[in-house]
C-alpha cells in the first residue's frame, strides 16, 4: 500500500485536515493582523455607507440627498453623483418640495419679474431676478400656482440656481433633458412642459436682464 492508504481505502494524510483548516497552524495575532474586516456599514470593502444622524425622517434624509441640506461646504463636488433614488422617493421628493417650496415669495428690488406658463404647463409662475452687475445673480425668487409637477420642479430649478451660485451663463447652458432626467422621466411621464415650466421662466428672465444691461449701456453711451 501506498502512502495514506489502509485496506484499500482511500484516507487522508495525518495532520492535513487539521492543517488545512483556516487560520489553524498560525499564532492568534498573526490571523487577525491578515484577516480583513468590512466595516459594519461597508457596502463592499473599503466602501463604507455614509452614516445617518439617528432616526433621520424621509423629509430630512431626502433634503439631505438631493437639496445637500447639512453638507459643510456649499457647493459640493460635481464629481461626487448624488445617491440614486427610485421611484418613491422621487415621488416624495417632488411633493415636498411642492408642499414646502424654497424662495418662493416677491423679490423686492428685483431687476426682472417674469413671468411664465399656460394651461398646458400645469400652471403659473413669476420668476424675480436680481443681478449682481457682473454677469452673476444676487438673488433670484418665485410665485406661482399650479400642480404638483410643475410647482414643485420650479422650486427645485430655483433652489439649485441658488445654491450652486450659478451665473447667467450658465443658467442659459442648463439642459433641459438632464433636468428631466434629474426630477425622474418615470415621474414626469408625458407633462414635460409642466417639469421644464421653471427653468423656461428663469431662462427667460435671465435673457430679459441681459437685454435690458445692453439697452442701458447704450442710452448711457449715447447720453
Same mark, same amino acid.
Given at each position: ?9 482511500? /484516507?487522508?494524510? #495525518?495532520? %492535513?485536515?487539521?492543517?488545512? !483548516? +483556516? ?5 492568534? &495575532? =498573526?490571523? $487577525? *493582523? @491578515? ?16 452614516? /445617518?444622524?439617528? #432616526?433621520? %425622517?424621509?423629509?430630512?434624509? !431626502? +433634503? ?5 441640506? &447639512? =453638507?459643510? $461646504? *456649499? @457647493? ?148
Amino acid at each position: 500500500m501506498g502512502a495514506g492508504r489502509e485496506g484499500g481505502r482511500n /484516507l487522508q494524510e #495525518r495532520g %492535513r485536515a487539521q492543517g488545512d !483548516l +483556516r487560520g489553524r497552524g498560525r499564532p492568534l &495575532g =498573526q490571523r $487577525r *493582523r @491578515r484577516r480583513l474586516l468590512p466595516h459594519r456599514g461597508a457596502l463592499q470593502p473599503h466602501l463604507v455607507r455614509a452614516q /445617518l444622524p439617528a #432616526r433621520l %425622517r424621509q423629509r430630512p434624509q !431626502l +433634503r439631505r440627498l438631493l437639496d445637500r441640506v &447639512g =453638507q459643510l $461646504r *456649499r @457647493r459640493p463636488h460635481r464629481a461626487v453623483g448624488r445617491t440614486p433614488l427610485d421611484r418613491k422617493e422621487r415621488v416624495a421628493y417632488l411633493v415636498d418640495h411642492f408642499g414646502n417650496p424654497r424662495h418662493k415669495g416677491v423679490l423686492e428690488g428685483a431687476d426682472v419679474a417674469m413671468p411664465g406658463g399656460s394651461p398646458e404647463c400645469g400652471g403659473s409662475v413669476v420668476v424675480y431676478l436680481k443681478g449682481d452687475g457682473n454677469g452673476g445673480i444676487e438673488d433670484l425668487a418665485w410665485t406661482g400656482q399650479g400642480d404638483t409637477i410643475s410647482m414643485g420642479a420650479t422650486s427645485v430649478i430655483v433652489g439649485r440656481v441658488r445654491d450652486e451660485g450659478l451665473t447667467l451663463q450658465q443658467v442659459l447652458d442648463l439642459d433641459y433633458e438632464k433636468f428631466m432626467d434629474s426630477i425622474g422621466r418615470d415621474v414626469i411621464g408625458s407633462r414635460t412642459r409642466n417639469a421644464t415650466l421653471g427653468l423656461s421662466t428663469i431662462k427667460s428672465a435671465v435673457r430679459k436682464y441681459q437685454r435690458d444691461r445692453i439697452a442701458d449701456t447704450e442710452d448711457r453711451a449715447t447720453a
